[in-house]
């Protein structure tokens, strides 16, 4: 399906019956990456899998800002008229998800972020050298957006009043100490490090998100 949200096309895919639950993806990736997790989710929410500007089907753009990604999530909230839905976002869709609890409070009905960065030196230096060396590679600006973004502040994080979920994984490419940060700055908030995991291999194409969603939220109501 395609809905038109802050000036951009927006293609996503909807599954299941319940309360709402938006499932936001990664750099580089689209909506794909939640297939089993979406199935999982399914029997519990009407789920929500979009892929975010110049990302899989969705319109293409020349520069990307998570403040237009957040954006555009409000307008896809509003266009479809979600009461109240659960928020997940996974790496950028994380740092979407803290934006948009930031600039809209009364949104959502809670928030789960995995691999969520503050600002670029939330990156290891490792992984931060090697996404700086495929910019040069990669034309579009999905690189370059995190040499440059986000700049979340303790004052944003503050203003979160829904109850959040912080997850990484423990060998994960954002260091730990700003996942931490992030889930003692956040009122109401809980962490979860996953044991011998990375960035992303308990999340695309694996159930184990979904469990953990399943644990915290599966059965609270709006």
Known sequence: MEIAVNGIKIYYEKMGQGRPL???HCNSMDHRIFKKSAAMLSSRFTVYTPDTRDHGKSEKVKTLHYEDMAEDMYCFITELKLEKPVFYG???????????????PDLLS???VSGASLNPDSTKPLPMKFFRLWSHID???????????????DEMLKSITVPTYVTAGEKDV??????EHIAEVIPDSHLKIFK?????GYI?????????ILSVIGDVRI
């Open 204 to 212: 695309m194409n694996s159930t184990a998100i979904a469990e953990y």
């Open 139 to 153: 034309r579009s600006d999905k690189m370059r957006i995190m040499m440059r973004e986000p700049s979340i502040t």
């Open 22 to 24: 938006i499932m936001s």
């Open 174 to 179: 954002i260091k730990q100490s700003h996942t």
């Open 90 to 104: 996974f790496s950028d869709g994380g740092i979407t998800g803290l934006i948009l609890a930031t600039a809209h």
């Open 196 to 200: 011998g995991e990375g960035h992303s």
């Open 110 to 112: 809670a928030l789960i």
